[in-house]
């Protein structure tokens, strides 16, 4: 495996090449598609550290990966890793969220799932793979800098995950022309980040059919957790304003839930689809859910996930959901990905009929997802 650092401050050239070629804005605002230009790699993972802005929370350097394809088509993938918002869930390092990118880690966890190019069973062996750590307890959707506590027991977090993330979509944007399809995805923190960037991206990418798919995101939260952690991450300044049902200057976004979200992202851009993944009873979701101040643990979680999956089925025809026995927490980084069946469909099946435009239902467990534990 050949890897490949590069700082990102030696994109000065790229950006003068994207200025004659016609400027710097997304390329897509007229009726022809730009050229489906792809970037030159190196084989394997390619580990580049952007500079700039970026930073983990505890002010180390943030770095992503990103695997050469041979289709025009792309997977951009939003690592997962817990989330902290207050004092409590901040002050207890690495116990509670991914604190620094660790390169040698990344490079260890990409081999199985979505990422085993060498299992011909994978949809997505041939795409381009554009990797993105998660390092700043925010589901990628903040950029603030806050220190929590007080002397002499302070300490500083930087909750800057949208803007690494959008240092990672910038190299994206600058590097894929018109790709074909695009797969956006994330398990856990990652599944919030996914479809948190996915209006962005469709906004973008005019004329690339994009599908996202959440994985173990469900956003079962407390009915004040939206009050208690965007503030502190400063989650509304990211929200797609140009989606009236999302912009926050119209809208009170602490008054909907996630299915609003997926709703409004889904009928915004009805040309593309967006759909989440859960098992049953996840027990690291309901962890979330408990440490929010939720009561009735696994039981509780789960009829909480079945209520917001069917009210998204209910007000976006383009949303799709699988959820899947048992309380495994993510799926797509394993090989589970290849053997999970539920209501007799293989996830496998469902997500390479999904992202090649074929024709896909929702899929439940049923009397067969288990019990709380199980």
Not at 10 to 34: M, T, Y
Not at 167 to 183: D, L, R
Not at 285 to 294: E, H, K, L, N, S
Request: proline fraction near 6%.
């Amino acid at each position: 495996m050949r890897i490949r650092k590069e700082r990102l401050a030696l994109i000065f050239p790229l950006v003068i090449a994207a200025l004659l070629l016609g400027g710097c804005g997304d390329g897509n605002s007229g009726d022809e598609p730009p050229d489906a230009t792809l970037p030159q790699l190196e084989d394997g993972w390619n580990i580049i550290y952007p500079g700039g802005d970026t930073v983990c929370s505890r002010g180390t350097e943030y770095a992503y990966m990103v695997h050469p394809g041979t289709v025009n088509k792309l997977v951009i993938d939003f690592m997962g890793g817990g989330a902290c918002w207050n004092n409590l869930t901040c002050s207890v390092a690495g116990s509670i969220f991914n604190e620094a990118v660790d390169p040698d880690e990344l490079l260890s966890m990409a081999a199985n799932g979505i990422y085993d190019r060498a299992n011909p069973d994978n949809p997505f062996k041939d795409w381009y793979h554009v990797f993105i750590p998660y390092c700043t307890g925010d589901v990628h959707w903040g950029n603030n800098v806050v220190t929590y506590g007080s002397a002499p027991n302070e300490f500083t977090i930087n909750h800057k995950g949208a803007t690494n993330a959008g240092a990672v979509m910038n190299w994206v944007y600058e590097n894929f022309g018109n790709p074909e399809t695009i797969f956006i995805t994330g398990c856990s923190a990652g599944a919030y980040g996914s479809i948190g960037w996915t209006p962005h991206i469709m906004d973008h990418y005019r004329h690339s059919k994009i599908y996202q798919m959440g994985d173990s995101g469900a956003g079962i939260i407390t009915d004040t957790f939206f009050q208690q952690s965007f503030p502190s991450w400063n989650a509304l300044a990211f929200f797609p304003k140009f989606i009236p049902g999302l912009d926050p200057a119209k809208v009170d976004i602490y008054a909907h839930d996630l299915s609003y979200i997926y709703a409004q992202v889904g009928q915004y851009f009805s040309q593309h689809t967006v759909s989440q993944y859960n098992s049953a009873f996840d027990e690291n979701q309901t962890f979330y859910f408990t440490a929010m101040g939720g009561q009735g643990g696994q039981a509780e979680w789960s009829q909480r996930m079945f209520a917001i999956t069917d009210e998204a089925n209910q007000q976006t025809p383009n949303y799709y959901s699988y959820i899947a026995p048992g309380q495994v927490h993510c799926i797509i980084p394993y090989d589970g990905f290849y053997t999970v069946e539920s209501g007799g469909v293989r996830l496998r099946d469902w997500v390479n009929d999904l992202v090649n435009g074929r024709t896909v239902s929702d899929v439940s467990c049923g009397t067969a997802c288990g019990s709380p534990g199980s």
